[in-house]
């Protein structure tokens, strides 16, 4: 927390960290370094970030959490937007640089990633989804781009993504029961196999090594997960959650044995554009586009939507 701190160091007089019941230095580390700290018993990703928002001095907010750093071209070009007052935008999207284990990600589901992070609290605020939270009221917002990047340090082991899998997938499937939603047998066992072969061979996860095979392993695992454990309870659920990951890896390798390579070729990074809008991928939740495909047609089961689409980041 304290590198995250002092990665934003010049751009305001005004650092607000709310802390969940940590049990370790982090409250100490962050007043020592100017912060103004509030504690809070936690109540889910959104409303916690909610409550940040609301103790904020100032109309604009740079949204970041503890595993995140802002790289010093980012912080110069946050400077010039503001140099001459508040800019005439309401909010800005912010290239992501993912790492895995102190490895920069160059590939996969990870990269590249961008999201809504700098914006005015008064024309946007954070969702109510258990999970990957995003921003409501872009819709009606102005948007730009900055230069620069924030630095993500999700991970550090692949014990730590399996971890994530498991917490995530679970609040995902609490958001699908309480919306009385019912996934069907398509979304349980083959979306998962789109997810690990867009992953690791489309995306070109592959080129990442062991991370990508870690990275695109646990996306499809979760995206099973996430389905599977959103349905009634049926037994022999548990024995078979491992079939889905290794699913995927053998279906892909058939179908590329069996089929032109020339029938991927619509699918490959820099090809001609495919006639299945639904499958030009769009970061979850972070702009108009994103939240339009949340009202497609979601039976056809390698129709990635923007609930298929989050990353374990």
Not at 99 to 121: K, M, S, T
Request: charged share 25%; aromatic share 10%.
């Amino acid at each position: 927390m304290g590198d995250c701190i002092d990665s934003v160091r010049g751009l305001t007089d005004d650092i607000v960290v709310v802390d969940a019941g940590s049990h370790d230095q982090t409250r100490a580390i962050c007043r020592a370094k100017g912060a103004r700290v509030f504690e809070r018993r936690w109540t889910g990703f959104s409303d916690q970030k909610n409550f940040g928002n609301s103790q904020a001095r100032h109309e604009w907010i740079l949204s970041l959490d503890a595993d995140e750093r802002v790289t010093p071209e980012l912080a110069a070009s946050i400077r010039r937007e503001f140099a001459h007052g508040p800019p005439n935008r309401d909010a800005y999207s912010i290239r992501f640089r993912n790492y895995y284990g102190g490895q920069p990600v160059r590939f996969g589901a990870w990269n590249p990633e961008w999201h809504i992070r700098l914006f005015d609290r008064r024309q946007c605020d954070w969702n109510t989804d258990e999970v990957h939270e995003g921003l409501r009221g872009l819709e009606d917002c102005t948007s730009g781009r900055l230069h620069g990047c924030i630095r993500h340090l999700p991970v550090s082991s692949r014990e730590e993504l399996a971890a994530k899998t498991r917490r995530y997938s679970e609040l995902f499937a609490e958001k699908l029961r309480r919306k009385g939603r019912i996934p069907g047998w398509s979304k349980v066992w083959l979306n998962p196999v789109w997810r690990f072969s867009r992953d690791f061979f489309l995306r070109l996860g592959i080129l990442d090594g062991g991370a990508g095979w870690a990275i695109a392993w646990e996306a499809a695992h979760y995206t099973h997960l996430k389905y599977w454990r959103a349905l009634p309870a049926r037994p022999l659920r548990r024995p078979i959650e491992w079939l889905a990951p290794g699913a995927a890896a053998a279906t892909f390798a058939a179908l590329f044995y069996v089929m032109p390579v020339s029938a991927f070729l619509g699918f490959m990074p820099g090809a001609a554009p495919s006639d299945r809008n639904e499958l030009q991928i769009t970061g979850p939740n972070q702009t108009a586009e994103s939240m339009a495909l949340h009202q497609a047609d979601d039976d056809d089961p390698l129709s990635i939507l923007p609930d298929d689409d989050d990353v374990l980041t």
